[in-house]
């Protein structure tokens, strides 16, 4: 139906992350509904939100979507609240992973930076591996398809721990495991910092910093394992050129600074 006002209910709160890190928090309805300029919604961004009382949702509430003058977005409103459990959809912690998110006021958009985040770490894994040279079509995706069905895969650093029998199964052969396994570890001992710092795609770190820490592992003749220093708040003090915050927020996780000192390791090796 169509009119000023229109009436649904809420049947689940979803979650989900785009390339980079960017959390959406939306509440799915039924039935759906379809807009004054006809465009049909099956959920509704949190950001429609701006009733601070209707921040705290349940599953079954009624809500009442309605028609702004000269607005393309209508006005939600919680209309009759039910008795379930009420839950804060402005979150703290990742829903995914329990990580605190990193809200960037700057672009008004919240982040989980954990890398080893489920919710994240298909898209982040096949990131990291093409920056490193390795590509990801034909069987390779394949590969990385069946080792997420299988639940093979729950951090960036498990891509270089795995065994053939990690990966054969009814439709990858021990043939295209044995070629998997040494594609893979084919960049160990090869790879330079801006190929790693660019497969982390970390939130807000510019091309040109990156450049920039290329620059500096250059000119000190450091290897990938140095970047283990950069998690030492004094050795970021001595180079004031270079814009630290997008590192320093991406490190502030203890998790991250733990995948960095792995693959480091690995790919020094």
């Not at 959390?23 to 379809?34: A, C, E, G, Q, W």
């Not at 001595?238 to 991250?256: E, G, K, V």
Request: net charge negative; with cysteine.
């Amino acid at each position: 139906m169509t009119c000023n006002e229109i009436i649904t209910k809420v049947s689940e709160m979803s979650y989900a992350f785009s390339p980079d890190s960017i959390l959406t928090s939306s509440i799915d309805i039924h039935p759906y509904v379809t807009l004054h300029n006809g465009v049909t919604l099956r959920s509704i961004p949190v950001s429609w939100l701006n009733n601070q009382s209707d921040f705290n949702i349940a599953v079954g509430d009624t809500i009442s979507l309605t028609a702004i003058p000269n607005s393309e977005l209508p006005l939600l409103k919680v209309k009759a609240p039910s008795p379930n459990t009420r839950v804060d959809i402005r979150l703290t912690h990742c829903p995914i992973c329990g990580e605190p998110l990193h809200h960037d006021s700057t672009h008004n958009v919240t982040r989980c930076l954990n890398c080893s985040c489920a919710g994240q770490l298909y898209t982040k894994l096949i990131t990291f591996l093409a920056a490193l040279g390795l590509s990801m079509q034909g069987t390779n995706y394949k590969i990385i398809q069946s080792l997420f069905a299988n639940a093979s895969i729950s951090s960036l650093a498990d891509i270089f721990m795995l065994h053939n029998e990690n990966i054969v199964n009814d439709s990858v052969s021990l043939v295209d495991a044995n070629a998997f396994i040494q594609y893979v570890h084919s960049v160990r001992g090869h790879t330079n910092v801006k190929q790693f710092l660019c497969g982390l795609n970390i939130p807000n770190m510019q091309y040109t910093t990156i450049d920039q820490i290329q620059n500096l592992f250059n000119n000190n003749g450091w290897s990938i394992l140095d970047i283990c220093a950069l998690l030492n708040e004094n050795t970021l003090s001595m180079y004031p050129d270079i814009d630290w915050s997008a590192w320093r927020d991406f490190i502030s996780l203890p998790s991250n600074q733990r995948l960095i000192y792995i693959l480091a390791t690995v790919l020094y090796i």
